[in-house]
């Protein structure tokens, strides 16, 4: 398959692909990991990934057999042994273990060294640790899937966060009540100088029982309200603190230099700490509306968004949920700046570019609006048919983000009695053909440009895909725009013979899981 297809594959299944050097591990020469992803492939490339979002892959790297037999067996245990998309690795002879894991706390390390009592090996999971992905090669050989593939991962079990914390190195557990740290559901932008930090000075002097006052969170600025106690103030800054993207460390660090009352005087600081700034997580994570924010962010970010920009799609919408989810609002103010901050996208047109894509796709509204006045909306009805409405300010123009399902519509293929999963892989009809059939309408008639704003395709793509389908008469000219065909996806699928194209990939992967468990049993006799 030719490097730019399979690139094609990894982003429409929401992974994050990047060019590696021809024959290597590593990035070409001058790359930087804030710009990687936009450097363009040659037919010679190596293909990287980062782990993390936005289809929440973190990859198990088990380079030795001691390694790759410990955690199959504990996969095995957990019933995920069948399910997990396992790579072969030339350069030690090792795997890499793909896990679907959407909770991963962010205040994480990008990677951890195994625990000693597994093996040798890695697990990655954020930016800047990637893998080297199927489709690439070494001097040792290439990397191919031994189980599992680009798009099978998708239809993997999630497992939670707290299901292979035992893969990690004994120290990042805590021993006080064996407790794991707890992370946000929502990533925030990091605020060096929140104005809650003005308010050790106070807290360093209050003496117990005496009236301290609240702070707004936003400003700074002191209160008419006070605090029942020093503990409940600390509190207060502590959730001031996590909200402007501190992490338990940094919040440890500034504690310990401003010595506020309460805390220095408990027999316990460390621990009292810990439990306050846990009590904080759950309480931010539990309050209404950012549980309710929190389940857009999440819904967007584990669906895979197609097309060329898709992923910048996703970032930005990202960012603004991010701001709603901070300030515990429907109606959050940002700004471009804040959006290339939160994205990492460094040139402002493009963000501009983003959102009039989101509005072309009905993910935005925009409201022209005086900048001084800010238009509500009742939520109450959207928020109990589980659509949510989402106003804020961006260059003193409203905008209304709205919760509509993932551009492809895969309910369009649900009828069907077939198996009709092969009908659309690179060597039928194709991922694109598939794409855009979920957009074509019976009656409607959709241009070639409208097909492009829906699916992030180009012109040439989008044709190409429609006159496959026409071909098969799934697609139907229609004046200057195309219909979906009346054609019956089963009989098209019977003719493409994708049963036998089905067996004969079971097939394959039952002989791939036999070999690897006579290994594994040759292993154990050794």
Request: aromatic share 10%; proline share 6%; net charge neutral.
């Amino acid at each position: 398959m030719k490097i730019y297809d399979l690139v094609t594959r990894y982003r429409e299944a929401g992974f994050s692909p990047f060019p590696l050097s021809p024959l290597s591990k590593v990035p070409p020469d001058g790359s930087d990991f804030t710009t990687i992803e936009v450097l363009p492939f040659t037919e010679s490339s190596n293909i990287g990934l980062f782990p993390g979002s936005p289809n929440n892959i973190a990859v198990v790297d088990a380079d030795d057999q001691i390694s790759q037999t410990n955690i199959s067996d504990r996969l095995v245990s957990m019933g995920l042994f069948d399910k997990t998309t396992r790579v072969y690795t030339p350069h030690r002879g090792g795997f890499h273990y793909w896990l679907r894991v959407p909770n991963v706390p962010l205040d994480l390390q990008s990677y951890y060294i195994l625990n000693n009592q597994i093996g040798r090996g890695e697990i990655r999971l954020h930016k800047n640790a990637y893998v080297v992905a199927p489709g690439s090669a070494l001097p040792e050989g290439v990397y191919v899937f031994q189980s599992g593939g680009i798009e099978e991962y998708l239809a993997q079990p999630v497992v939670e966060w707290k299901d292979v914390t035992w893969l990690l190195p004994d120290e990042m557990v805590l021993d006080k009540n064996n407790l794991i740290p707890v992370s946000l559901p929502v990533r925030l932008i990091y605020r060096p100088n929140p104005p809650a930090l003005n308010y050790f000075k106070k807290l360093a002097t209050a003496k117990k029982g005496e009236i301290i006052h609240k702070v707004d969170i936003s400003t700074g600025e002191i209160l008419d309200d006070s605090y029942p106690s020093r503990s409940e103030a600390e509190a207060a800054i502590i959730v001031n603190l996590i909200l402007a993207g501190w992490s338990f460390d940094d919040i440890q660090r500034v504690f310990k230099q401003n010595e506020p009352g309460h805390y220095i005087e408990h027999n316990d600081p460390d621990g009292y700490l810990e439990y306050t700034y846990m009590k904080a997580i759950q309480y931010l994570v539990e309050s209404d509306p950012r549980n309710r924010i929190a389940d857009i962010f999440q819904h967007f970010s584990y669906t895979p968004w197609p097309g060329r920009g898709g992923e910048y799609n996703q970032k930005v919408l990202q960012a603004i949920l991010s701001k709603a989810w901070q300030f515990q609002t429907y109606e959050p103010f940002i700004s471009y700046r804040e959006i290339s901050e939160f994205t990492g996208i460094n040139r402002l047109p493009t963000i501009g570019k983003v959102i009039k894509r989101l509005n072309e796709n009905h993910f935005l509204r925009i409201i022209p609006t005086d900048k001084k006045e800010a238009s509500r909306i009742d939520l109450s009805a959207y928020v109990n048919c589980n659509s949510y409405h989402i106003n804020f300010l961006l260059n003193n123009t409203y905008m209304l983000i709205n919760n509509i399902p993932p551009v492809t519509n895969v309910s369009v293929f649900s009828d069907s009695s077939w198996d009709t999963t092969d009908l659309w892989s690179y060597k039928n009809l194709g991922g694109s053909a598939k794409l855009v059939y979920s957009h074509l309408d019976p009656t409607e008639a959709k241009t070639v440009k409208e097909l492009n704003d829906l699916t992030g395709k180009c012109s040439q793509t989008v044709r190409k895909a429609l006159s496959r389908l026409e071909r098969e008469k799934l697609a139907i000219k229609s004046g200057h725009g195309w219909i979906r065909g009346s054609a019956s996806l089963d009989e098209i699928a019977q003719r493409f013979d994708t049963k036998s194209q089905a067996i004969s990939r079971q097939y394959k992967h039952l002989l791939d899981r036999q070999n690897f468990q006579k290994m594994r049993e040759n292993h154990k006799e050794r």
